[in-house]
């Protein structure tokens, strides 16, 4: 079983960057798809870009295209998130997750319907001047 932890987070202002890191134990990222998502106060949880085990399959949510890169590092169990030109409206807690293995679901499955079974305990990401 995969354990997630996130890192990363902290106060930008708008128009800045920051890098979050999504860190694996337990098992080899090499098996697992990742998905990034966040919450805000009040706000439904949105899955924001997610990447496939094996390949480079992506998706990213419209309201991140052009702004947001995940990748993953398989040596290092790793995968990131970069934000760049980040606005106030992308303030949230920021979780990674993965789905088990056994499941049959497309990269942008995991992001729209949130089908994920290990979560990280998140990191917060304020954007503010």
């Known amino acids: 079983q995969v354990q997630l932890v996130e890192s990363g987070g902290g106060l930008v202002q708008p128009g800045g960057s920051l890098r979050l890191s999504c860190a694996a134990s337990g098992a080899s990222l090499d098996y697992y798809a990742i998905g990034w998502f966040r919450q805000a106060p009040g706000k439904e949880r949105e899955g924001v870009s997610c990447?496939?085990?094996?390949?480079?399959?992506?998706y990213y949510a419209d309201s991140v295209k052009g702004r947001f890169t995940i990748s993953r590092d398989n040596a290092k169990n790793t995968v990131y998130l970069q934000m760049n030109n980040l606005k106030p409206e992308d303030a949230a807690d920021y979780y990674c997750a993965a789905p088990a293995i056994w499941r049959s679901v497309t990269v942008q499955d995991i992001c729209t319907k949130a089908i994920a079974d290990y979560w990280g305990p998140g990191t917060g990401v304020a954007v503010s001047s």
């Open positions: 990447i496939w085990n094996s390949d480079s399959r992506t």
